[in-house]
């Protein structure tokens, strides 16, 4: 199959092109940045187009070239609070220009990476201390930018499927730790990923409130399975959303204990309470994946022992 991946070489999108070629799928990559960083041990085997979703000219001589069986959308602006416009123009317009373009050259497809933010904030019966899951058809009203966007661009997918017949689908993401966040993603929603990270190369981790705070958090390597299972399956898909999940949400307090198995002597340091990163718009939730399991029989494969084992030899490997 031939596949065109939006923000290839992003931190999710790195590993959902490594899968798709490790499959023997031809790949093409879209990014407005040149960094190829993250997919250096596979870029010689993709075509790598620079590129910004915001053009939809370009895009469209793109796609009409490369004529894919399915895109997968993975670009993003993702500091929506501080540039709402911005947020607006590449989440929702960028998102507009690749469904057009889709449907000028007869893309089978698209695959649109959004998030459990739609699903903000979890108040209430969604919180602290319940949490109960959350499935796809529940009520949506996200009061932050991001999540706005997101379900904004999801609402535009479901357009171009009504009205041009294209197999819009759209993926929304529990919280993700992996490899390569740290080099790409500033601050507090690293906190996952730095809590493996630091204490892998020897240094110590230290949040003084949130270790009761459970969140469902999902590995990198789990996102780009189910992204890749999604864009090659068979037939149409039968819904316009479907949540990717662990579908148990972790305490910080039992991830610290899961990476001191794993890292014996990990400095880390997680105090009580809830909400560790300080957010304005609070979701950490468990999210209920029941339907893509029952459609597609995906479930994760990394426990979080295994994800963190991955991920841990990923950062030795890296540093000898
Ligand atoms: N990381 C998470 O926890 C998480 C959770 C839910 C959903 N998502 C979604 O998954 C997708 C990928 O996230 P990520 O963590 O890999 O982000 P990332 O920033 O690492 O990757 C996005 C890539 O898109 C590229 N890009 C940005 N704007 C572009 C534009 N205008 N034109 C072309 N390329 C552009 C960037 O250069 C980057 O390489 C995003 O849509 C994000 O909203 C992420």
Not at 45 to 74: K, M, S, Y
Not at 109 to 115: C, I, L, P
Not at 164 to 169: A, F, Q, S, Y
Not at 231 to 256: C, D, I, K, T, W
């Amino acid at each position: 199959m031939r596949v065109l991946v939006t923000g290839g070489s992003g931190v999710n999108g790195s590993w959902v092109v490594r899968d798709l070629v490790g499959r023997g799928h031809e790949t093409a990559v879209f990014e407005n940045r040149a960094d190829t960083t993250l997919i250096a041990d596979v870029v010689a085997d993709v075509e790598f187009v620079v590129g910004d979703v915001g053009d939809p000219g370009q895009l469209a001589e793109t796609v009409t070239r490369l004529r894919p069986d399915c895109i997968i959308h993975l670009a993003a602006f993702v500091d929506c609070e501080r540039d709402p416009h911005r947020a607006i123009s590449v989440n929702v317009g960028g998102t507009a220009s690749v469904c057009a373009a889709a449907v000028a050259a007869g893309v089978r497809r698209v695959v649109y990476t959004s998030s459990k933010a739609v699903y903000a904030p979890a108040t209430g019966e969604r919180g602290f201390p319940g949490y109960a899951p959350v499935a796809e058809d529940s009520e949506l009203h996200p009061t932050g930018m991001y999540g706005i966007s997101k379900l904004a661009a999801e609402n535009v997918m479901a357009w171009y499927g009504r009205n041009h017949g294209l197999d819009c689908v759209s993926l929304r993401f529990a919280t993700i730790f992996g490899p390569g966040r740290l080099q790409r993603h500033a601050g507090p929603i690293n906190t996952y990923s730095s809590m493996i990270e630091l204490p892998a190369s020897g240094r110590p981790f230290t949040v003084d409130h949130g270790g009761d705070e459970r969140d469902d958090i999902i590995y990198v390597l789990d996102v780009a399975d189910a992204i890749t299972t999604v864009a090659l399956a068979p037939e149409p898909l039968r819904h316009p959303a479907y949540n990717v999940a662990a579908g148990r949400p972790v305490s910080m307090r039992e991830f610290a204990a899961a990476i001191r198995r794993v890292i014996p002597g990990a400095a880390l340091e997680v105090g009580p309470g809830t909400d560790p990163m300080s957010m304005p718009d609070p979701y950490y939730m468990a999210l209920d994946g029941a339907r893509l399991e029952e459609e597609l029989g995906w479930r994760p494969r990394f426990d979080l022992d295994r994800a963190i084992r991955h991920y841990h030899e990923l950062v030795q490997s890296r540093r000898s």
